[in-house]
Each structure stands twice: as structure tokens, then as C-alpha cells.
């Protein structure tokens, strides 16, 4: 790069080597152009990078560590043979001026004016860190016997307060002594918690699944499973269920007789023509022969038992005295006392319920009977 820009430049028909030595005297001009402006001063303008954060003054903006100033720089003084050099820079967001300067002392840089540093450095004597010794104690250690006893006295108490400290760190350390063990242990211990955290993530997405849920489910605790305990729910069961209950139900009920407690309009109807005899309104009394009661003969052409007859007849005199107007309950006990059986309260006679007894006369049995 440098030789191409020598080798670059342009030389004037005029310019004599010997006369001008160089292009930049031969212009009379400094190398640096405009940056060397205000040499005569004592002043260089150079470019310059800011050191640490800083408060501008004046904006009381923040300054990061980094950032490029074109700033004057000159000599202020000397710290022995090193020269002291001050920066003075404009704000780049304000016109307030920075003014620092370095500091061979502590090799650190100093503000001057407009600008206050913000505090970020690191004490060493606050962080019980070790410090290095200045040269003039070396000088004094090393040639004042006084001075060493009592520099050595005060290491010995800094000892004496340390000494618990330092113990509770060398057993800390050896705690960690044997590190293989440590991480296997502890390596251990993550692949159970891994397989822990498996199985419920498995559960997790089975009951999103199952509840066609998104949202991310919270660890179960302790207290959520004593709450959830001490709630029951019933299930109002399901379809199939409520349909089995009600086929128990149909299956449970009599086929014939109605239930104790109800009393159905059939039921009165039935117990009103069996007991009284009556027909409805406008229609012609009940013939007991269109009853549809069979009476069987026995093969040799007589009747099974005269005690069936008996209710036939018993209640055909009964529909007879309704004429006259005579009571007729005491003809149907009458009749089921002869037939031995107690009447039940409520229930038609045996008259009626022989009358329901279907007619299989049609039957094999039937005809050879009557042959």
C-alpha cells in the first residue's frame, strides 16, 4: 500500500529535488493537512476513543465506552519523564465540551471538565484481593529492619482474622475433591428427574388429548390433590347406562296386575262390572255366557268339578237381582267363599277373571276329548 501511493504521486515540472527536498515543502504544507491546523499552538488534532462511560454535563447524556471524538490533544506537563497530554472534544449531542487528560500514575485517564465518569472500576482492597506492594515499601523492607518486624507483626494478625475463612473454604474445596464421583452422582440424579418429567409430560399430552385442550398444563401439587379429595362429583351416568336402568325397571314390573298403589281407570272399570254387574250407560247388560268362559268335560262327557259352575251361576242370579234392586256383594262372597278362597280387597271376582281365561278349545287335546 505504501509503495503504491509513492510511486503515485505526482511530481510538478517545476519541483527540484535538491531545491524543495519534499512535495509537502514544496506545497508548503504539513503531512497531516487540516488535522495539524492549529500546530503552531501546540495543539493536535487526532482521533480519539473514549476510554470508560461517562455523564455528559451538559445534555446529561450517557456516553458509551468506545466512541470516536475528533479531539485536541497537547502537552499539559510531565510525570517524571512521561508527558502528561490533556483532550479537549465536543459533545456530539450537545455543545458542551469534554475536557480529560491522562494519569501515568495510576495509568487511567482523568476528567477534567464537562463530564463526570461513571463508576464501574473494580477496588481491590474492598475485595480483600491481594495487593501489590508500591516500590518504595520494597525499598523500605529492604533496608529497614524496624519497618520489616512490623510489617510482618501486621501479616501475622491479618492471618489470625483470615484463618477461619480460609478453613471454611478448604473444607468447601474438599467437599469437591473428588469430582468423578460428584458428577456421576450428579448425573444420576438429572436421568431421574428426566424420567420423572418424561412420564408426566406423557400424562400431560394424554389429557390434552383426551379434553382436546392447548393450553399448558401446571405441575400437580401437594394441596391441589388434598383439595381435589375432599370434592366428589357424580356422574349423571351415561346413555347406555340410563337405557339398561330402564329395561330393569320394564323387566320388574307384573305383567298382569297393576301396582298396589296405582289405580288406574281399567282397573275401577273392571272391579265396577265384576262387583255390581251393571253395563254402561245405554248399552245391554253383560251376558256371562259372552264372557268367553270355557267350561272343559273330562272324557267321559261330565264335567271336571261342579265348583266352577258355581261362580257362573252365582253371578248370573246376581245380574238377575240388579232388576229388583237387591245387593248383590253378598252373592259374589257367597261365591268366592264356596270356590275356598278369601276375597282381596280391591279385586274383581273369579267370575271376571275365569271370563279372561283364553278359549283352547280348538286344540288337539280339546277334540279328542269331545270324540
Request: net charge neutral; glycine share 6%; with cysteine.
Amino acid at each position: 500500500m505504501g509503495e503504491r501511493k509513492g510511486v503515485n504521486k505526482y511530481y510538478p515540472p517545476d519541483f527540484d529535488p535538491a531545491k524543495h527536498g519534499s512535495l509537502n515543502k514544496y506545497r508548503n504544507s504539513h503531512p497531516l493537512r487540516e488535522r495539524a491546523r492549529k500546530l503552531s499552538q501546540g495543539i493536535l488534532i487526532i482521533r480519539f476513543e473514549m476510554p470508560y462511560n461517562i455523564w455528559c454535563d451538559g445534555c446529561q447524556n450517557h456516553i458509551g465506552m468506545g466512541v470516536r471524538y475528533n479531539a485536541e490533544k497537547k502537552k499539559v506537563g510531565n510525570y517524571y519523564t512521561t508527558p502528561i497530554y490533556r483532550f479537549r472534544m465536543k459533545c456530539h449531542l450537545c455543545p458542551n465540551h469534554i475536557e480529560m487528560q491522562t494519569d501515568p500514575a495510576s495509568c487511567d485517564y482523568v476528567i477534567v471538565s464537562g463530564a463526570r465518569r461513571k463508576e464501574e472500576r473494580w477496588d481491590v482492597e474492598a475485595n480483600e484481593q491481594i495487593v501489590a506492594t508500591a516500590h518504595e515499601e520494597k525499598q523500605k523492607l529492604e533496608t529497614d529492619a524496624m519497618y520489616r518486624l512490623e510489617h510482618g507483626s501486621k501479616d501475622q494478625s491479618k492471618l489470625q482474622q483470615a484463618l477461619p475463612t480460609l478453613q471454611n473454604i478448604q473444607e468447601a474445596q474438599s467437599a469437591w475433591k473428588d469430582d468423578f464421583a460428584l458428577n456421576s452422582l450428579l448425573r444420576q440424579k438429572f436421568r431421574e428427574e428426566k424420567k420423572v418429567l418424561q412420564e408426566e409430560e406423557k400424562k400431560d399430552l394424554a389429557l390434552q388429548s383426551k379434553a382436546s385442550l392447548s393450553i399448558p398444563l401446571v405441575r400437580e401439587s401437594e394441596e391441589d390433590h388434598h383439595l381435589a379429595t375432599l370434592l366428589k362429583y357424580q356422574s349423571l351416568g351415561s346413555y347406555e347406562d340410563k337405557q339398561k336402568q330402564k329395561r330393569s325397571e320394564i323387566a320388574d314390573r307384573p305383567w298382569f296386575s297393576p301396582p298396589p298403589t296405582s289405580n288406574t281407570k281399567a282397573s275401577d272399570t273392571l272391579r265396577k262390572l265384576g262387583l255390581s254387574g251393571k253395563s254402561p250407560a245405554g248399552k245391554s247388560p253383560v251376558n256371562m255366557n259372552n264372557l268367553g268362559v270355557v267350561r272343559r268335560k273330562s272324557r267321559d262327557g261330565h264335567r271336571v268339578s261342579t265348583e266352577e259352575e258355581v261362580p257362573v251361576s252365582l253371578a248370573q242370579e246376581n245380574m238377575q237381582g240388579q232388576d229388583s234392586g237387591a245387593d248383590s256383594a253378598p252373592l259374589d262372597m257367597l261365591a268366592m267363599t264356596h270356590l275356598g278362597s278369601p276375597i282381596a280387597e280391591g279385586s274383581p271376582p273369579r267370575s271376571l277373571v275365569a271370563s279372561l281365561v283364553a278359549d283352547y278349545s280348538g286344540s288337539s287335546s280339546d277334540a279328542d276329548a269331545e270324540l
